[in-house]
């Protein structure tokens, strides 16, 4: 509104200027033809008044025409819009996630959809016949995650989340992968574990993954630093998350602490070393947990590669899935902890560029000499080994679609001998975006 009279105000005085030059010109014309009577020196002297206002009205339209241009009277419209807020105007978005479909044709097995070679029904019970000849499905593997980035400084503040509905004990829950900050050197929030290596895991249908097999997600806070273009190093404090099934009895004191070393060779070979120490305790006793890692991957071929993987642990059922509970109480409630070796080892070949196959066995061995052993020596439910071996092979006819089909056997025996076996098909078909 203000502007708006402005303009009017200023256009009214510019005609109020040109009517009055024009009036007053034709005045000073033919006045003195008119009034012949009038003196000369009146007629100059109403002349160079005139002039004087002509040249004050003058002014004042050079005045309004300034006003008119001032910053503060400029059409917002017309005006550059302010740069919007960091976080809106250079940050970068990646929606992916891919929709799967599983099946399992299970000849011998638990009682559920995935991977459990540590809970199959042993051959002296009734149960293994009623878990034979099985045919299960379901998309509970379908997942979606978000990647965000945004520049600060010279650094970048990225930041992901990703989701499923594979969580719960009988994996169809709703549940976070992962959700993480990283800034630089330093991450904050859920991811894998800084222990584990499951990219040195061989492929396997099953989500589950197989004996030897590491996924644990955990929340965290890590600082990663780069010795060299080959050579880094990370170091992480880890909520443990431990639960019943692992530690029977438990009061953390403290994050597990996890270091980890990685080299990439020029040939494209890939070695990591991880160690833990994590203290256990209970309302009665407490103990030191560890373990070690060691894997890589190494190209023998153009087409074919060999990964391995090799743990060592004591006192931790967590890190590592399908060994034993972490530790076995006594009548005086003493912890008396688990020790085990677990590895696994696979080749993967890639036939074309749509056609690959694995072929892959993982095997872990409880120590059962110990304290731990002579307790558990009658319990069904912790093994003394499991092993397992499959193959399989994965088409893509077109780049966002795959189907995949995988053979794996296996056995577990307990401490008192006695053993369960796992013999099954698993089926998959994804679409990627």
């Known amino acids: 509104m203000q502007k708006i009279t402005s303009l009017y105000d200023t256009g009214s005085t510019y005609m109020h200027i040109c009517f009055k030059k024009k009036l007053y010109g034709l005045v000073g014309l033919f006045l003195p033809l008119s009034l012949p009577g009038i003196a000369v020196a009146d007629s100059s002297s109403e002349?160079?008044?005139?002039?004087?206002?002509i040249q004050e009205l003058r002014e004042i339209l050079n005045l309004k025409q300034t006003q008119i241009v001032s910053p503060s009277t400029i059409n917002p419209a017309t005006e550059p819009a302010p740069k919007a807020s960091l976080?809106?105007?250079?940050m970068s978005f990646n929606l992916y996630g891919y929709i799967r479909a599983d099946a399992s044709y299970q000849m011998k097995g638990a009682s559920t959809m995935y991977n459990a070679i540590n809970t199959v029904p042993l051959q002296h019970g009734n149960e293994a016949q009623q878990q034979a000849d099985q045919f299960r499905t379901t998309v509970n593997v379908t997942r979606l995650g978000m990647d965000f980035k945004v520049p600060i400084d010279d650094q970048n503040l990225s930041a992901k989340l990703e989701l499923d509905f594979f969580g719960?004990?009988?994996r169809d829950q709703f549940r976070i992968r992962h959700a993480y900050l990283n800034y630089g050197d330093w991450l904050v929030g859920q991811t894998w574990s800084n222990f584990i290596a499951s990219e040195y895991l061989p492929e396997t249908i099953d989500?589950?993954?197989y004996v030897g097999g590491a996924l644990q997600r955990t929340p965290m806070v890590k600082y990663t630093h780069h010795l060299s273009d080959h050579t880094s190093f990370a170091f992480s404090a880890e909520d443990p998350r431990y639960t019943a099934t692992s530690d029977p009895v438990h009061k953390t004191s403290g994050p597990a602490l996890v270091g980890r070393l990685n080299h990439a060779f020029n040939q494209g070979a890939k070695l990591s070393a991880r160690t833990f120490m994590a203290q256990k305790k209970t309302y009665a006793d407490d103990a030191l947990a560890w373990g070690i890692g060691l894997g890589g991957t190494y190209p023998l071929t153009e087409h074919t590669q060999f990964k391995a993987?090799?743990?060592?642990?004591k006192g931790d059922g967590r890190f590592i899935l399908w060994t034993n509970s972490a530790y076995a109480l006594d009548d005086q409630h003493n912890m008396h902890l688990n020790e085990f070796d677990v590895f696994?080892?696979?080749l993967i070949h890639q036939f074309t560029t749509k056609l690959r196959s694995t072929i892959g066995y993982g095997y872990m061995r409880a120590e059962d000499s110990n304290e731990f052993a002579q307790l558990q020596h009658n319990n069904s439910?912790?093994?003394k080994s499991l092993w397992q071996g499959w193959v399989?092979?994965?088409y893509s006819p077109i780049t966002p679609i795959s189907f995949g089909v995988e053979y794996v056997y296996g056995e577990r025996e307990t401490f008192n001998a006695i053993k369960g076996q796992d013999n099954r098909f698993n089926f998959t078909a994804i679409y990627q975006f």
Not at 87 to 90: E, N, Q, V
Request: hydrophobic share 40%; proline share 0%.
């Open 392 to 394: 399989n092979a994965m």
């Open 309 to 313: 993987d090799y743990y060592h642990v």
């Open 344 to 346: 696994s080892l696979g």
């Open 168 to 170: 719960g004990a009988t």
């Open 207 to 209: 989500a589950a993954t």
């Open 381 to 383: 439910n912790q093994n």
């Open 47 to 53: 002349i160079a008044q005139l002039r004087a206002e």
């Open 87 to 90: 976080l809106k105007s250079d």
